[in-house]
């Protein structure tokens, strides 16, 4: 048997396995990337899309037991009778790795008189083994529905005692010269007995028209033929404009198009690797080929910042996706040259971490998971990478009640009666129905720290979890957020060591104008300054401090600390009450030093992602605990902040 027999093979539910070697035959033959090209009116008999199947190959040796490897519809095209199939990877990665073996290699191009083999499954002759039929190309491009289709002579299925074809559909139309496959059987014209074809006429659709209707038979197609297609996706023009003048310098001509192919070809032109140049281009011909299964649109520009941080390490300095796809390329280049031992390298990470956020599994889209094994990465781990990102992560509210009635005014402490806790989570990116509970507090701190512990102890199953607890004024610097009420291995630990809490001020959670002059001031803040870092002189000064509110209606992010004796104004309080949503807030005090360090890190954070990150990049300053009052309208991170609530002493 050669090697091209050994990739076609039949197509099967469980009940045609049962069955064997009778039941239906339809044939069917792997390319590649875990995929798997086939007839649609197989698929569409067999099941349909949601179909069960099998892919059947022959022996390898003589005596040899077939091989089933498990696939599912990827995509269709009704109107080529076309259907692309994708290794199920719920197998092992040894069945995959099996199919990829026996892949059959591609090619686009026949000419009329073009000698061909017709592969398949005849209903005639039935066996462990594909047949082969020799043929001729008639006509390299019939129009036929909705788009050209190869029309191939093969004279056994004309003759007196014709083998019938019923069965061949699926099976590979391959070029004798090379044998790379240049169509698809989809069907033939019958015999008035149904025994043969007419004219020994068989119709396959294109594999260059295959490339178009499935993107990613164009990437296998592009490999094999080593340059990518024209046209596709081309990167933006804030990286056109940031590498331009790079390859200037290096004496390379700038691209027309930034698209797959003009990047490819001066790829070329550079050279091999090594050279700076080289390496760049290497990264934007990756990026680009990224791009094309990129599953980040949906997401705003600081969340995918927050990704690239969390799998590449470091902030990027980009603002713009493909800004990111290309550095995440150029590490990606840095730590294959390094001989990183990882599963997946830096870009695999970043497009996955993506994916995971936007709540699209490899295991779903066949042209990411192709795109994974083309990079050299397996399925199977990007996929567990997958998981692991997407896994359930979760957001608790933790409401400490409103201001008392008749108190208010910085150090007055008022404990509540009961802790209302509402738990948002979040699966395969995607946000769930929240739950909620009420737990008695008593009105004292004992009675709280023990309504804090219940309430973390006995919450509904998550993941990931993060806190946010809106209090009344006097709690905001009870350091509540530093109690040990966590239980983690038999021993309580503050809420601060591991569940990155945040405060809210309860009052704008319920009055209407406070609440408005939140959303005014947080709209009006572009994010491009680091946090304003006001003076002690200004903070120890009413009228200072009012005429700064006033003349900067723009500022809702700060960073600032006044001791409790440094004046006689309430300087926090006057903040918030103006609007002033993101604030960190140092008890003790700052110093220049401290403000200039702070505000440093901030810079250091991408502009996007500014909003959400500042609170987790805070320096640690000896001696001095920040209280975080973090309160953004729109919730936290991926997670939506419910309607606000009325107040309970109106």
């Not at 592969?119 to 190309?137: I, N, R």
């Not at 399925?379 to 201001?403: F, I, M, N, T, V």
């Not at 709690?475 to 591991?498: F, I």
């Not at 140092?586 to 360090?597: F, P, Q, V, W």
Request: aromatic content about 6%; some cysteine.
């Amino acid at each position: 048997m050669t090697a091209a027999e050994a990739g076609i093979g039949r197509l099967l539910t469980d009940a045609d396995r049962a069955k064997w070697p009778d039941g239906p035959l339809r044939s069917a033959f792997p390319i590649g990337d875990g995929l798997v090209l086939t007839a649609w009116h197989c698929v569409r008999e067999a099941g349909g899309t949601e179909a069960k199947l099998w892919l059947r190959l022959p022996p390898e040796r003589p005596g040899g037991a077939h091989r089933d490897i498990p696939v599912r519809h990827a995509a269709h095209d009704a109107g080529l009778d076309a259907a692309l199939l994708a290794f199920d990877t719920s197998a092992g990665d040894h069945l995959r790795q099996e199919l990829d073996r026996s892949a059959l290699p591609l090619g686009s191009e026949a000419q009329r008189g073009d000698k061909v083999w017709a592969c398949g499954y005849p209903q005639t002759q039935a066996s462990p083994a594909p047949s082969v039929f020799e043929g001729t190309v008639e006509s390299p491009g019939l129009p036929i529905g909705a788009a050209d289709a190869m029309r191939v002579q093969v004279p056994a299925f004309a003759a007196r005692y014709p083998h019938r074809p019923d069965g061949m559909s699926g099976g590979p139309l391959l070029l004798k010269a090379g044998e790379v496959v240049i169509g698809l059987i989809v069907s033939y014209p019958p015999s008035a007995d149904r025994g043969g074809a007419v004219g020994g006429e068989v119709i396959g659709r294109r594999i260059a028209d295959l490339g178009v209707a499935f993107p990613a038979v164009a990437a296998v197609l592009s490999r094999a033929a080593g340059t990518p297609p024209a046209g596709g996706p081309a990167l933006s023009a804030d990286v056109a404009d940031r590498y331009r003048p790079v390859l200037e310098r290096a004496g390379l001509p700038a691209p027309g198009a930034w698209d797959a192919a003009a990047l490819t070809e001066l790829a070329r032109a550079a050279g091999p690797g090594g050279s700076p140049a080289a390496d760049l281009l290497g990264a934007l011909v990756a990026a680009v080929a990224a791009k094309a299964v990129f599953a980040g649109a949906a997401l705003e520009l600081g969340r995918l910042q927050a990704v690239y941080r969390h799998e590449v390490g470091a902030w990027p300095a980009g603002s713009s996706a493909d800004a990111l796809l290309v550095e995440a390329a150029d590490v990606d280049q840095q730590e294959r040259h390094d001989g990183y031992a990882g599963e997946l390298r830096a870009l695999a990470r970043f497009m996955i971490g993506v994916a995971a956020a936007a709540g699209a599994s490899p295991q779903s889209h066949p042209a990411l998971t192709a795109w994974v094994s083309a990079i050299g990465h397996q399925p199977a781990d990007a996929q567990r990478h997958y998981d692991l990102r997407a896994g359930s992560s979760a957001w608790l509210l933790l409401d400490l009640g409103d201001e008392p009635v008749g108190i208010g005014g910085a150090g007055r402490i008022s404990y509540p009666d009961t802790v209302t806790w509402t738990l948002y989570t979040r699966f395969d990116g995607h946000q769930r129905r929240p739950s909620s509970g009420h737990e008695p507090a008593g009105g004292t701190r004992e009675g709280l720290e023990r309504a804090l512990r219940t309430v973390l102890r006995d919450l509904p199953a998550h993941g990931t979890l993060i806190v946010d607890l809106v209090m009344p004024y006097g709690l905001l610097g009870a350091g509540v957020e530093h109690w040990a009420v966590h239980g983690v291995d038999g021993r309580l630990e503050p809420m601060s060591a591991d569940l990155r809490p945040r405060l809210r001020w309860a009052a704008r959670r319920r009055d209407p104008t406070l609440h408005g002059r939140l959303l005014d001031r947080t709209v009006r803040e572009r994010w491009t300054d680091a946090p304003a870092a006001l003076a002690d002189g200004v903070l120890a000064d009413l009228a200072r401090l009012q005429r700064w509110i006033e003349q900067d209606p723009g500022r809702a992010c700060l960073v600032a600390g006044a001791r409790p004796d440094a004046g006689n104004a309430d300087p926090l309080r006057e903040l918030l009450r103006a609007g002033c949503g993101f604030v960190v807030w140092y008890g003790d005090g700052l110093t220049t030093a401290h403000r200039r360090r702070i505000r440093a890190v901030a810079q250091g954070i991408p502009t996007a992602a500014r909003r959400d990150a500042i609170p987790d990049e805070l320096p640690a300053l000896r001696g001095r605990r920040p209280t975080v009052i973090w309160e953004d309208p729109r919730g936290r991170g991926p997670f939506k902040l419910p309607p606000a609530i009325a107040a309970e002493h109106p």
